[in-house]
């Protein structure tokens, strides 16, 4: 099926390679290519297998690559497929506002929907006046659950943390939004700051727990969090943006009852990595779905 936003036909992806130039490169959650969080975005993947996606992903060195395998530019719904350098994941946040901001620059800003396989995800995007685009998120219904003694220990063993580094008012969670991801609140900006820890060790933990990302997080005010993702699993160190942890995040804000009111959560991450992104929840006590917001960029070649 052509993909008709990309001005080619389907015939030229129907190899396990793809031009440079039909690769796509957005940094999602900055108005700066030099901060957020690098995607790439293939539109055109209808002749795609998994283990080319993935090699294409690899490739491109990012920590997530979306690509397009179906769909049409009239009824504005596309299949989407996610992959690290090193494996699929269901869903991925940063690299779905990448692709509904290049969708967006070619079909006109509005709604959009992505049949992804964490599920159903509308996009609504708008664009300002100099014509910057923002994407908004629904997210799949998320949920969070306690962690369990030893997720919390051999997780805290591979950081090089300890119990005292973490703030009590907030306990450990497992929290999903389309992917798990455990959930470690640090008792200090300075702990978040500090993050040096067992690569191989923890990617055990996160594939033994089918985790896509450890989110640590520090509360600066009810409002606005301070955020690391560590990914081992997909072959990088630390995410600067995590759009899928931060509608996780908000299903765990809603089960520890710290939302009350529709509310609109800033986090800020990627700071400590010279890669600074600002990301937007917005959480209500009565909804099970987390909005996620943020804007992305063109990176030049």
Known sequence: MTIDVTGTSDVEDRSET????????????????????PAGVVLDASGLDGAAMRAIAAEVGYSETAFVTGGDAASRRFRVRYFSPLAEVAFCGHATVALAVALAERLGPGEIVLDTPA???????????AGAVRATLTSVPARSRPARAAELDATLRALGWTAADLDPALPPHVAFGGNDHLVLAAASRARLADLDYDFDALAEVMRRHDWTTVDLVWRESPERFHARNPFPV????????????????????????LVTRPATIAIR????????????????????RTRVTGQAVPIPR
Do not use: C, K, W
């Open 119 to 129: 599920g159903e995800i509308p996009v609504s995007t708008t664009a300002d006046d």
């Open 269 to 288: 991450q990627g700071e400590d990595m010279g890669r600074p992104s600002d990301l937007l929840i917005d959480v209500s006590p009565d909804d099970p």
């Open 234 to 257: 997909g072959g990088v160190v630390e995410d600067p943006a995590t759009g899928a942890a931060a509608a996780a995040f908000g299903g765990y804000l809603r089960e520890l009852g």
């Open 18 to 37: 793809l031009p440079e130039s039909r690769i796509l490169r957005y940094s999602a959650f900055t108005h700066d290519p030099a901060g957020g969080n």
